[in-house]
Nanobody
Framework: QVQLVESGGGLVQPGGSLRLSCAVSGSIFSFAVMGWYRQAPGKQRELVAFITSGSMTNYADSVKGRFTISRDNAKNTVHLQMNSLKPEDTAAYYC?????????WGQGTQVTVSS
């Protein structure tokens, strides 16, 4: 099974930025779609953004204009650039790949936005 490994989480002040990365153990083209999800304590996991193999993107309304998803096919990596972070963005962020190959999830990386 293709494995996904996230990195880049941490503690940041409101208004700050973080860049998350998701490394794919095999070819990124194993998946038709790569996405980022997040789950805050006591809440359901929600889709934040996704990008297709053709680089079409889609974002949750709550992050539009602040987050940007991108992919580096040569490095088999997907990034999530998060700007203007808010306390409500605090959550564990997960990478997911689906379509073509069996679905795969990463282990998650924690993002905490606090002063």
């Amino acid at each position: 099974q293709v494995q996904l490994v996230e990195s880049g989480g941490g503690l940041v002040q409101p208004g700050g930025s973080l860049r998350l990365s998701c490394a794919v153990s095999g070819s990124i083209f194993s998946f038709a779609v790569m996405g980022w999800y997040r789950q805050a304590p006591g809440k359901q996991r929600e889709l934040v953004a996704f990008i297709t193999s053709g680089s079409m993107t889609n974002y949750a309304d709550s992050v539009k204009g602040r987050f940007t998803i991108s992919r580096d096919n040569a490095k088999n990596t997907v990034h999530l650039q998060m700007n203007s972070l808010k306390p409500e963005d605090t959550a564990a962020y997960y990478c997911r790949g689906w379509g073509s190959a069996p679905e795969s999830w990463g282990q998650g990386t924690q993002v905490t936005v606090s002063s």
